[in-house]
Nanobody
Framework: QVQLVESGGDLVQAGRSLRLTCAAS????????MAWYRQASGDQRELVAS?????????TDSSTGRFTISRNIRNRKFMAYLQMNNLKPEDTGVYYC????????????????WGQGTQVTVSS
């Protein structure tokens, strides 16, 4: 079984910073890409940032220059972090962590796994 748990969401004022944390654990031995997605109320889920297992990062136009993404392994968990600076009201939404291309050694295949999300609200 694979679990992803996000934390760090909060209500903050515009211009402040937040750091989101994701911990992926269970029957996975590698993860190709760790990613953060955002879903605003009434909208589709959209990519915010991603980082590959080689360290290649990708950002959207809205997150470039304000957000950074990083990953590591800690206590046998695959960790991903999203540092969000100079937050804007349009950054508001539920942030989901995804482990993409994760090798599940019990199933013997790769798949994508998602967390339950953490709420970020930015007030103006």
């Amino acid at each position: 079984q694979v679990q992803l748990v996000e934390s760090g969401g909060d209500l903050v004022q515009a211009g402040r910073s937040l750091r989101l944390t994701c911990a992926a654990s269970g029957t996975i031995s590698s993860v190709k890409t760790m990613a953060w997605y955002r879903q605003a109320s009434g909208d589709q889920r959209e990519l915010v940032a991603s980082i590959s297992d080689s360290g290649t990062t990708m950002f959207t136009d809205s997150s470039t220059g304000r957000f950074t993404i990083s990953r590591n392994i800690r206590n046998r968990k695959f960790m991903a972090y999203l540092q969000m600076n100079n937050l804007k009201p349009e950054d508001t939404g539920v942030y989901y962590c995804a482990a993409l291309g994760a090798l599940n050694y019990r199933l013997g295949n790769r798949g994508d796994y998602w967390g339950q999300g953490t709420q970020v609200t930015v007030s103006s």
